[in-house]
C-alpha cells in the first residue's frame, strides 16, 4: 500500500442536502478523516427531493456500487437491492426488439425501491456517527476565504472549512457559487413511478423492460414474488410543478395513465389498473439541465444533480452522485480545498459530460430509450422504422448480441491511490 499523505488542510466539512450524493459524501469524508455535517431541508429521512417518496424504485448501475464499495458501504445496495440480468426493449405492439446482457465481469445492475434505499444509506450514516441535521433548510452562506459560514431556516449558523452543495437539481448552493447559472428547462412530460404490491403477470426473471408506448414511455420489471414496478414518463403540453401535479391526485392520474396505455400490447395497461393509488409516485415535471460551467467557487463546490443531473431514464443519476461523493473525498484528503475542487472537476468533468451526451444525444438502443424523456412519442413512420431498424442496430458489434453499459458501467475508483 502507498504511504499516507499527511492530512489535509480540510479538517470540517458542511454537506448541504441529505439525499444520496450528500450521505456518500459525508461518509467518504468521513473515511478520508474529515469532519462533516448534513443539513437536510426536510424532516424524513427518506427526503422529498427530486423523485423521493413512497412508490418509486431505481436501478443501481454497478459503477455506483463499485463507488459505495471504495466506502465500504456497497452492502447498503447489495442487501436490499434485487439484481437486473438484462434490458429488454419492446415496442408498443409487444413486439420484442431487442434484449441487451449486462458485461459479465461486472456486479449487476440491481433495482432498489426507493425509501429501502435512503432508510440503508441513512442506517449507515448513522452507524458511521456522522451528524445528519434534518428540517434544516440553507437559506444562505459566506465564504470567508478561511471557512465557510451557512445561515439555516430555523435561524441557526454553522460553520466549517468547506461546503458542499449536495441540494439537488434546483440547487441553492449553484446559485450561491454563480448567479448566472442556468435554470432546469421543461421537458415536456410527467414522470410516474410505482410500485404494485401484487399483479397477477408472470415475473419477467430478472429482465427490465423498456417500452415505445403509442403514446407515452413505460419501463417495468416483475418480480418472482409477484409484486412489480415501473416507470412512465407522460407528455403533457403545460409545465406543471411537482406539487401541481400532485394536488390533481393519484386517482386521476392512474385513470389517465390507463387510458394513455390503452392501446399498447404491453403489460403496461395490467400494471396500470394493479397499481393502488397510495403506491403511486407522482414525481412531477421531467426536467433537463443544461452543462453546469461553474461547480466550485472559493470554498464552495457541488456534487450530484446539482452538479450534474441526467434524465431519469439513464438509470444513472445516483450511480453517478456517488462517485462524485467519493472522487471528492479523495481530493479533499491528498490537496488543498482550491487545488482539490480543481483536481475533481478534471476527474469527473469528462466523465459526466460523456454520460451526460450518451443519455441525450447519441441513437443506441440504451439512449434511445433515455431519450423517450422527450415530449413527442414517434410517428406512425419513425415507429416502424425504429422497430425495424432496433433489433438490427443492437446485434451489431458481437456474437453475442449487444452489451448493456459496458463503458458506463465499467469504471472503479481506487480509494488508495493519492491524488495530485
Ligand atoms: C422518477 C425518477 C427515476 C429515477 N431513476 C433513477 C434510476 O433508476 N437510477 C439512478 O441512478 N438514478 C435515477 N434517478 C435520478 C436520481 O434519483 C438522482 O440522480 C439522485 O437521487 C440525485 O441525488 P442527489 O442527492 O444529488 O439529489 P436529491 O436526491 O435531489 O437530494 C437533494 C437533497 O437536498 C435537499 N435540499 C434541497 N435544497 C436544500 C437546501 N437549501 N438546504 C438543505 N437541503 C436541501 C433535498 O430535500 C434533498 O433531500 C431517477 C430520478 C427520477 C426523478
Same mark, same amino acid.
Given at each position: 500500500m502507498t504511504a499516507r499523505t499527511p +492530512? $489535509? $488542510? @480540510?479538517r470540517t466539512a458542511l454537506v448541504i442536502g441529505g439525499g444520496i450524493a450528500g450521505l456518500v459524501a459525508a461518509m467518504a469524508l468521513h473515511k478520508a478523516g474529515i469532519e462533516a455535517s448534513v443539513y437536510e431541508a426536510y424532516d424524513d429521512a427518506v427526503p422529498r427531493g427530486r423523485g423521493s417518496g413512497r412508490g418509486g424504485g431505481m436501478t443501481i448501475a454497478p459503477n455506483g456500487q463499485q463507488a459505495l464499495e471504495a466506502i465500504d458501504a456497497a452492502q447498503t445496495v447489495r442487501a436490499i437491492g434485487t439484481p437486473v440480468t438484462a434490458l429488454g426493449l419492446r415496442s408498443w405492439t409487444g413486439r420484442h426488439l431487442a434484449q441487451l446482457s449486462p458485461p459479465e465481469e461486472l456486479p449487476a445492475t440491481r433495482f432498489v425501491w426507493r425509501t429501502e434505499l435512503y432508510e440503508a444509506i441513512a442506517r449507515e450514516t448513522a452507524n458511521r456517527e456522522i451528524p445528519v441535521h434534518r428540517g434544516k433548510r440553507l437559506l444562505d452562506a459566506t465564504d470567508t476565504g478561511a471557512g465557510v459560514t451557512a445561515r439555516l431556516s430555523d435561524g441557526s449558523l454553522a460553520r466549517a472549512d468547506i461546503l458542499i452543495g449536495a441540494d439537488g437539481l434546483r440547487s441553492t448552493v449553484r446559485k450561491l457559487i454563480d448567479p448566472t447559472t442556468p435554470k432546469p428547462h421543461y421537458a415536456g412530460t410527467l414522470t410516474f413511478t410505482a410500485r404494485v404490491? $401484487? @399483479?397477477?403477470l408472470p415475473s419477467t426473471s430478472g429482465v427490465l423492460y423498456m417500452c415505445y408506448g403509442k403514446r407515452a414511455y413505460f419501463a417495468y420489471q416483475i418480480f418472482d414474488d409477484g409484486s412489480a414496478a415501473w416507470f412512465a414518463n407522460l407528455p403533457h403540453r403545460e409545465p406543471m410543478t411537482s406539487a401541481e401535479a400532485q394536488a390533481v391526485g393519484a386517482g386521476e392520474w392512474l385513470k389517465r395513465l390507463g387510458e394513455a396505455f390503452a392501446s399498447d400490447r404491453t403489460p403496461a395497461p395490467d400494471l396500470v389498473r394493479d397499481t %393502488? +393509488?397510495?403506491? /403511486? /409516485?407522482? @414525481? !412531477?415535471p421531467t426536467e433537463t439541465m443544461p452543462p453546469i460551467q461553474t461547480w466550485s467557487r472559493g470554498r464552495m463546490t457541488l456534487i450530484g444533480d446539482a452538479a450534474h443531473a441526467t434524465p %431519469? @431514464? $439513464? !438509470?444513472q443519476g445516483a450511480s453517478l452522485a456517488s462517485e462524485s461523493a467519493v472522487e471528492l473525498a479523495r481530493c479533499l484528503r491528498d490537496l488543498p480545498p482550491g487545488k482539490a475542487f480543481k483536481a475533481y472537476e478534471s476527474l469527473r468533468r469528462p466523465r459526466v459530460d460523456r454520460i451526460l451526451k450518451h443519455t441525450t444525444a447519441t441513437p443506441t438502443a440504451t439512449s434511445a430509450a433515455a431519450r423517450t424523456a422527450t415530449p413527442k412519442p414517434a410517428g406512425p413512420v419513425s415507429r416502424a422504422l425504429r422497430d425495424a431498424l432496433l433489433p438490427v442496430a443492437t446485434k451489431v458489434g458481437g456474437a453475442g448480441g449487444a452489451v448493456w453499459g459496458t463503458w458506463q458501467f465499467d469504471h472503479r475508483i481506487d480509494w488508495e491511490e493519492r491524488v495530485g
Open positions: +492530512a $489535509s $488542510s @480540510t404490491p $401484487s @399483479t397477477e %393502488p +393509488a397510495e403506491d /403511486l /409516485l407522482i @414525481t !412531477g %431519469p @431514464t $439513464s !438509470g
